[in-house]
C-alpha cells in the first residue's frame, strides 16, 4: 500500500520558488511526497519537516534518509514559531502545508479515521492526545454533537444524528456502530446515505484534531516568520478549511489605508502578504485521474512583500512632512 501519492507537485514547486541557501518548511510532511520533490528540485535547501503523527514522522525518515540538510519535527504545526525558535530560527523562506489527513491514515483500519472498515473510534492523528472520536461520541451532550455535525460537517440532519446517539442504548466503540447509527437517520445503500456518513466522520475528525483552530493559528504564525520574498502554498480539502486560508490571505494583504477604514482596526496593519492566486487552483484532469483525492484540493499561494516596500513608506514620511511644511 502506498503511504501518501502527493498532490500538486508541480504547482506547489511553481509557486514555493526554492533558492539555493535558504529555509524551508514542509508543515504536513506525511509520507514525505511533497518534501521529496522540494528537495529534488533544489537539494540545496535547509528543509525542516513536521508532522504530528509519529507513523508519518517515521515513514518520512526512511524517504529522505539520504539527505543530511532535513530536520523531522514530530509537532503539531501551531507549534511552528516555538519549534523553530529552539532552533535559532527566526524566519523562512517558504512553507507548504498539505492539509487533512494522509491516504495511510484513512486506510489504516486501526486508526479508525474510516467508516468504510471497521475499528475501534480513534481518528486521533497524534496519538499522544488524550480525546479520541470514542470520548466524542460517548461523552458529548446532544446540543454539543449537534453543532459539531453542523459546523464541521455542514450536516443537515444534524441534530437527528446526535440525538439518536444519545439514544443508543450501549457505549459507541467502533467504526461501524457509528455508520449504523448515521445510516438509521441518512438511510443505507444511498449516495445521500453515503455522504451523510462522510460528513459525520469529517466533522468528528476535525474536532477531535482541532484541526480548524490549529490552522488559524499557524497561517497567522507562518506569514509572520516569512522573511520578504518568502512564499506560503496551502493546500486544502474541504471549504471550511479554504475559508480559513482565503480569509487568513486577505487580511495579510490589506493595505495600512484599507484597515484604518474598518471599526477597530488596527493603526499599526503593515501589508504582509500579496496574494499569488487570485482564484484557487485546482489539480489537472489527468492528476484527478491517476489520482482521485486530488479532486477536491484547492492551492492557494501568497509571498511575503519585501521589505524595501514598507522602507520607501516610511521613507516617504519626512517628504509628506515637507509638502506639510510648504503649505
Ligand atoms: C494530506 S497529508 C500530507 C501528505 C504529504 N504532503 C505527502 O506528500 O505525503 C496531511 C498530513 O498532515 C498531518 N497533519 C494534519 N494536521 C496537522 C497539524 N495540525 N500539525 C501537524 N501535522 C498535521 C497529518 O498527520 C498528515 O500526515
Given at each position: 500500500?502506498?503511504?501518501?501519492?502527493?498532490?500538486?507537485?508541480?504547482?506547489?514547486?511553481?509557486?514555493?520558488?526554492?533558492?539555493?541557501?535558504?529555509?524551508?518548511?514542509?508543515?504536513?510532511?506525511?509520507?514525505?511526497?511533497?518534501?521529496?520533490?522540494?528537495?529534488?528540485?533544489?537539494?540545496?535547501?535547509?528543509?525542516?519537516?513536521?508532522?504530528?503523527?509519529?507513523?508519518?514522522?517515521?515513514?518520512?525518515?526512511?524517504?529522505?534518509?539520504?539527505?543530511?540538510?532535513?530536520?523531522?519535527?514530530?509537532?503539531?504545526?501551531?507549534?511552528?514559531?516555538?519549534?523553530?525558535?529552539?532552533?535559532?530560527?527566526?524566519?523562512?523562506?517558504?512553507?507548504?502545508?498539505?492539509?487533512?489527513?494522509?491516504?495511510?491514515?484513512?486506510?489504516?483500519?486501526?486508526?479508525?479515521?474510516?467508516?468504510?472498515?471497521?475499528?475501534?473510534?480513534?481518528?486521533?492523528?497524534?496519538?499522544?492526545?488524550?480525546?479520541?472520536?470514542?470520548?466524542?461520541?460517548?461523552?458529548?451532550?446532544?446540543?454539543?454533537?449537534?453543532?459539531?455535525?453542523?459546523?464541521?460537517?455542514?450536516?443537515?440532519?444534524?441534530?437527528?444524528?446526535?440525538?439518536?446517539?444519545?439514544?443508543?442504548?450501549?457505549?459507541?466503540?467502533?467504526?461501524?456502530?457509528?455508520?449504523?447509527?448515521?445510516?438509521?437517520?441518512?438511510?443505507?445503500?444511498?449516495?445521500?446515505?453515503?455522504?451523510?456518513?462522510?460528513?459525520?466522520?469529517?466533522?468528528?475528525?476535525?474536532?477531535?484534531?482541532?484541526?480548524?483552530?490549529?490552522?488559524?493559528?499557524?497561517?497567522?504564525?507562518?506569514?509572520?516568520?516569512?522573511?520578504?520574498?518568502?512564499?506560503?502554498?496551502?493546500?486544502?480539502?474541504h471549504s471550511l478549511e479554504d475559508r480559513i486560508v482565503k480569509q487568513t490571505f486577505k487580511k495579510a494583504e490589506q493595505k495600512n489605508e484599507e484597515q484604518s477604514v474598518l471599526p477597530n482596526s488596527n493603526k499599526n496593519h503593515q501589508q504582509q502578504l500579496i496574494i499569488l492566486t487570485k482564484k484557487p487552483v485546482?489539480?489537472?484532469?489527468?492528476?484527478?485521474?491517476?489520482?482521485?483525492?486530488?479532486?477536491?484540493?484547492?492551492?492557494?499561494?501568497?509571498?511575503?512583500?519585501?521589505?524595501?516596500?514598507?522602507?520607501?513608506?516610511?521613507?516617504?514620511?519626512?517628504n509628506r512632512q515637507n509638502s506639510q511644511e510648504e503649505k
Amino acid at each position: 500500500m502506498t503511504f501518501h501519492t502527493p498532490v500538486m507537485v508541480k504547482e506547489c514547486l511553481s509557486y514555493l520558488n526554492l533558492r539555493a541557501g535558504y529555509i524551508y518548511v514542509d508543515a504536513t510532511t506525511g509520507g514525505g511526497g511533497h518534501s521529496l520533490a522540494m528537495l529534488k528540485a533544489q537539494p540545496e535547501i535547509k528543509l525542516y519537516c513536521f508532522d504530528q503523527d509519529s507513523e508519518a514522522i517515521e515513514e518520512a525518515g526512511k524517504i529522505l534518509h539520504n539527505y543530511n540538510n532535513v530536520e523531522l519535527i514530530q509537532a503539531n504545526f501551531k507549534q511552528l514559531r516555538t519549534e523553530l525558535a529552539y532552533r535559532k530560527i527566526k524566519g523562512i523562506d517558504g512553507i507548504l502545508f498539505d492539509l487533512g489527513v494522509s491516504s495511510h491514515q484513512l486506510e489504516c483500519t486501526e486508526r479508525g479515521f474510516s467508516f468504510e472498515k471497521d475499528a475501534p473510534l480513534d481518528m486521533r492523528m497524534d496519538k499522544n492526545l488524550k480525546n479520541s472520536a470514542y470520548n466524542a461520541v460517548n461523552e458529548l451532550d446532544t446540543k454539543t454533537l449537534t453543532n459539531i455535525f453542523r459546523e464541521y460537517g455542514e450536516e443537515q440532519n444534524a441534530y437527528r444524528i446526535a440525538k439518536a446517539i444519545e439514544k443508543s442504548s450501549k457505549p459507541i466503540k467502533t467504526t461501524r456502530e457509528l455508520a449504523k447509527i448515521v445510516e438509521s437517520i441518512a438511510g443505507k445503500g444511498t449516495k445521500a446515505s453515503l455522504k451523510t456518513k462522510v460528513r459525520v466522520f469529517q466533522a468528528l475528525r476535525i474536532y477531535v484534531n482541532k484541526e480548524l483552530e490549529s490552522l488559524s493559528l499557524a497561517l497567522q504564525d507562518a506569514i509572520n516568520l516569512l522573511n520578504p520574498q518568502g512564499r506560503i502554498v496551502v493546500i486544502s480539502y474541504h471549504s471550511l478549511e479554504d475559508r480559513i486560508v482565503k480569509q487568513t490571505f486577505k487580511k495579510a494583504e490589506q493595505k495600512n489605508e484599507e484597515q484604518s477604514v474598518l471599526p477597530n482596526s488596527n493603526k499599526n496593519h503593515q501589508q504582509q502578504l500579496i496574494i499569488l492566486t487570485k482564484k484557487p487552483v485546482t489539480a489537472t484532469e489527468e492528476e484527478i485521474l491517476v489520482n482521485p483525492r486530488s479532486r477536491s484540493a484547492k492551492l492557494r499561494a501568497g509571498e511575503k512583500v519585501q521589505r524595501e516596500k514598507r522602507e520607501t513608506k516610511t521613507s516617504r514620511k519626512p517628504n509628506r512632512q515637507n509638502s506639510q511644511e510648504e503649505k
